[in-house]
């Protein structure tokens, strides 16, 4: 008598006790289940969230945005390349703020090259939390504890915040175009409840800080090490000129960026209040969740508008400003982004 051969055995489902001696519950499946996230759909809708923004707007304003685009296909090549290099120049200020705000040393040209491919993931995730995530997954790559690479991206947040206020300041004190700005501002009615939604937020937050023990300790080990690592920073004078300098050098790119497109649209207004509405209105809805800086365009034009350039003119050079900082360097940087994770620097 032959014994059977293995190809006509059945497979049996696992017993109880099988699936207790691998450690598995009865009746649970062993697979683990695939993230939220990483699904194919919700990836999709993330990347396609700016482009929904931006296509409502452009249908409900359809003339302007017309008169706005064929404007800027006869723009002045000249002026959008002096845009161009500013807005290399940009990635280079960031990278500086960046290593100013982290006492290690990390190889200039990865984090340069890292910060041009944190552009690309800011069309998914609002508030520049893309570009932070991938400077944190930079830096413990290069060996900085998780704990000091969440510190540098908050010095980094504030350092980058505080200068732009500081530039405003200035130039509300320089230029008398300030005072157009107040049409600008929303009345008292509308200022109640946005004061008292931002206090609520801050009374949640510091309630959750103060009960929930588990969140207390992360929280408060990450503002140790940002204070110490803040003062040693400071220490160290090399640190505090890249931190502040590119800070400081930041907005300043940013807005001769929108100057120099403005310039090749015939842009009727003063460089000094083309800047004056850039720092004002990303200072004002800076903080709006909104992905690819949506909410950042629409006030641009307003603001450029109350400055008193015609609103075609206005959304050409907004739309310009866009296609010249996001959407041209969109393509290179995500193939940078997948070279750099290819050669395990992210």
């Not at 929930?212 to 140790?224: D, I, K, Q």
């Not at 505090?240 to 403005?262: D, E, I, K, R």
Request: aromatic share 6%; with cysteine.
């Amino acid at each position: 008598m032959s014994a059977p051969s293995p190809s006509s055995l059945s497979p049996l489902p696992l017993s109880p006790a099988s699936s207790l001696a691998r450690g598995t519950p009865p009746g649970t499946d062993s697979r683990r289940p695939a993230s939220f996230m990483a699904g194919r759909p919700v990836r999709l809708v993330l990347c396609l969230a700016p482009l929904l923004f931006a296509g409502g707007w452009a249908v409900t304003n359809r003339p302007t945005v017309y008169e706005g685009i064929r404007r800027l296909v006869a723009a002045d090549p000249l002026w959008l390349l002096a845009g161009g290099g500013f807005t290399c120049l940009n990635w280079v200020a960031a990278s500086c703020v960046r290593q100013g705000a982290l006492p290690d040393r990390v190889p200039a040209g990865q984090l340069l090259a890292s910060q041009f491919a944190a552009g690309s993931a800011n069309h998914v995730l609002p508030g520049g939390l893309g570009a932070h995530a991938i400077t944190v997954r930079f830096l413990r790559a290069r060996g900085v504890p998780l704990d000091r690479a969440t510190a540098s991206v908050g010095l980094y947040s504030l350092a980058k915040s505080s200068a732009k206020t500081a530039v405003l300041i200035v130039f509300l004190a320089a230029s008398p175009a300030w005072r157009r700005l107040g049409e600008l501002v929303p009345d008292g009615r509308l200022l109640v409840p946005l004061a008292a939604i931002a206090g609520g937020a801050l009374t949640v937050v510091g309630v959750l800080l103060t009960v929930v023990r588990p969140l207390r300790r992360p929280v408060t080990g990450m503002l140790r090490s940002a204070l110490a690592d803040a003062r040693e920073v400071h220490t160290r004078p090399c640190r505090v000129a890249a931190l502040w300098g590119g800070a400081v050098a930041m907005p300043l790119l940013q807005g001769a960026t929108l100057v120099c497109v403005g310039a090749s649209l015939g842009l009727q207004l003063r460089w000094e209040h083309v800047v004056l509405a850039y720092l004002a209105a990303g200072t004002a809805v800076g903080a709006v969740p909104a992905p690819g800086g949506f909410a950042v365009d629409t006030a641009l034009v307003w603001t450029l508008v109350t400055f008193g350039a015609t609103p075609a003119v206005a959304t050409a050079t907004v739309i310009g400003y866009r296609v010249l900082t996001d959407w041209v360097p969109l393509v290179p940087g995500a193939l940078t982004l997948s070279a750099l994770i290819r050669a395990k620097i992210l």
